[in-house]
């Protein structure tokens, strides 16, 4: 394991809990939620209630968990409220933790580079036919 002194672990963790807007629920192995916390509401999460069906409430979980081995990773998810997440499932002693990260600006990156790949195939397409003529 690295060996990373506590200041800078601080400030990474600041910097996830602050700048990704970090949530999570704690999901007990009969489906129902346990724990909850961080910026839920950011994402469409409110009003839970201990022992719920977490599939009630965060409707993309089902048949997900509970969860066998693996972590499972979804990468950049639309949330109804438009907020894309980054959201990672790991299982633990307590149950399967579903934690969701702010990928908004990494959508909106990859969402610029996609429109100037797309721009560049249509200047070619255009140059060919002009050649071609």
């Not at 990373?4 to 910097?15: G, K, Q, W």
């Not at 509401?41 to 066998?68: H, I, R, S, T």
């Not at 959201?87 to 990260?101: M, P, R, Y």
Request: charged share 20%; aromatic share 10%; with cysteine.
């Amino acid at each position: 394991m690295l060996d990373v002194p506590t200041p800078i672990i601080n400030y990474l963790l600041n910097l996830m809990i602050e700048k990704h807007s970090l949530a999570y629920l704690l999901v007990n192995k009969d489906g129902s939620l346990s724990q909850w916390g961080g910026k839920l509401a950011a994402y469409g999460f409110d009003q839970l209630q201990e022992g719920e069906k977490v599939e009630k409430k965060v409707f993309f979980l089902e048949g997900m968990l509970p969860l066998n081995d693996d972590p499972i990773v979804i990468l950049r998810m639309k949330t109804e409220y438009g907020i894309c997440a980054d959201v990672h499932i790991f299982s633990s002693k307590d149950g399967d933790w579903v934690l969701f990260l702010d990928a908004t600006l990494a959508e909106m990156q990859l969402s610029v580079i996609q429109q100037s790949i797309n721009e560049s195939i249509l200047m070619q397409d255009k140059v060919t036919k002009i050649f071609n003529q």
